[in-house]
């Protein structure tokens, strides 16, 4: 079934782990035994092949470039400046990408219904370029609010303020705090140019402070349920109500630690916690369970965002196995085309409006 996977971190795969994604997984894999400088190394699931191998035709692919105050002690760049440039590095890799005909950006109506209808016609899916929708994760390498709109006029569609830490523009996973005065001119911004407004690592304060200040299109691109896996980098109740409220699509994310409650990385496995695409079901269902529908659910998968098959769901080999999915939610009841909405239908939905 035609899929849209909602949080890929493509780009970074590519240019900081170092993979060719236009190969197999396996030749991936192969090319990393032996290397030990990141902790998925030899266990990747995910590469332009495999997507289309799961019928994967559209993502929402993303550029990510944090900013580290002198005392912050998370990895990241020294500089907005330098946080912009490695965006604009992102950037490029994905125009090779649309040169080689591997991908397609989609940026407005025009370009998501050629897209839609390339991937529904009886050419094989090998021969198709991924459609993808560039997302910003984390506003830092922003270095004015001003720059939103070079990025949009490169086709960024989709900004989450904040990732991890403390942020110029927002407080992210794990950190505290309102948006900053910057933010609230990057809310402004994004408005203007009706960018759509990624909630995902929003901390609490933050979060409500941009859905009190935001008025245009807001999603969760790959979040699970706080009441499942008590963290803060989940939504409360609370919150996922809220976005609901504001009509938002919410995609379930597959690393481990964000499924199963207790899990220690690099320590905990995913089959001795129990954790396969079943759970993934239990999150979205609990969505669907607090919305009253099956209208705001989505995958968000973000199977590449720096883990592997070390810490995601141990029945899934490669994104391809996405394919799954639409059994394992028949299973619990819902209908073909509650499915067909979890799978394509409700990002679907959402986009033509939001560019309506």
């Given at each position: 079934m035609f899929t849209i996977d909602a949080h890929l971190d493509l780009s970074m795969n590519a240019l900081e782990w170092n993979r060719d994604l236009t190969?197999?997984?396996?030749?991936?894999?192969?090319?990393?035994?032996?290397?030990?400088?990141?902790?998925?190394?030899?266990?990747?699931?995910?590469?332009?092949?495999?997507?289309?191998?799961?019928?994967?035709?559209?993502?929402?692919?993303?550029?990510?470039?944090?900013?580290?105050?002198?005392d912050n002690h998370l990895p990241g760049w020294h500089s907005a400046q330098q946080a912009w440039a490695q965006t604009q590095g992102q950037l490029a890799w994905y125009k090779a990408m649309e040169d080689a005909g591997e991908m397609f950006q989609v940026h407005n109506l025009e370009t998501l219904e050629k897209q839609i209808t390339l991937w529904q016609n009886d050419q094989p899916?090998?021969?198709?370029?991924?459609?993808?929708?560039?997302?910003?994760?984390?506003?830092?390498?922003?270095?004015?609010?001003?720059?939103l709109?070079?990025?949009?006029?490169?086709g960024l569609r989709a900004v989450g303020p904040a990732h991890y830490g403390?942020?110029?523009?927002?407080?992210?996973?794990?950190?505290?705090?309102?948006?900053?005065?910057?933010?609230?001119?990057?809310?402004?911004?994004?408005?203007?140019?009706?960018?759509?407004l990624d909630a995902?690592?929003?901390?609490?304060?933050?979060?409500?402070?941009?859905?009190?200040r935001f008025n245009g299109h807001i999603w969760a691109s790959h979040n699970n349920c706080r009441s499942l896996v008590n963290d803060n980098r989940q939504y409360s109740d609370e919150q996922i109500k809220a976005l609901i409220d504001r009509g938002a699509v919410i995609g379930a994310a597959l690393d481990a630690w964000m499924m199963?409650?207790?899990?220690?990385?690099?320590?905990?496995?995913?089959?001795?916690?129990?954790?396969?695409?079943?759970?993934?079901?239990?999150?979205?269902?609990?969505?669907?369970?607090?919305?009253?529908?099956?209208?705001h659910v989505g995958?968000?998968?973000?199977?590449?965002?720096?883990?592997?098959?070390?810490?995601?769901?141990?029945?899934?080999?490669?994104?391809?196995?996405?394919?799954?999915?639409?059994?394992?939610f028949r299973k619990r009841g819902y209908t073909h085309a509650d499915v067909e909405n979890l799978m394509h239908g409700n990002w679907l939905r959402f986009l033509r409006k939001a560019w309506a």
């Open positions: 190969r197999e997984v396996s030749a991936i894999n192969q090319r990393e035994q032996g290397l030990t400088d990141k902790p998925d190394r030899a266990l990747a699931t995910v590469s332009l092949p495999e997507l289309r191998k799961g019928d994967i035709g559209l993502v929402v692919a993303t550029q990510i470039a944090r900013y580290v105050a002198p899916a090998s021969e198709k370029p991924i459609g993808y929708i560039l997302s910003l994760e984390g506003a830092d390498s922003f270095i004015t609010p001003q720059y709109e070079r990025a949009w006029q490169n403390p942020g110029r523009y927002a407080q992210g996973t794990d950190a505290t705090g309102k948006m900053t005065a910057l933010g609230h001119q990057l809310l402004k911004e994004m408005e203007r140019l009706n960018v759509i995902t690592h929003l901390c609490d304060d933050s979060f409500w402070d941009a859905l009190g199963v409650p207790n899990w220690q990385r690099g320590i905990s496995q995913p089959k001795a916690m129990n954790c396969n695409l079943e759970v993934m079901i239990d999150h979205i269902d609990h969505i669907c369970q607090l919305a009253g529908n099956a209208l995958i968000g998968s973000d199977l590449d965002g720096a883990f592997g098959k070390e810490q995601c769901p141990y029945d899934l080999e490669t994104i391809a196995d996405l394919q799954k999915v639409p059994d394992l």
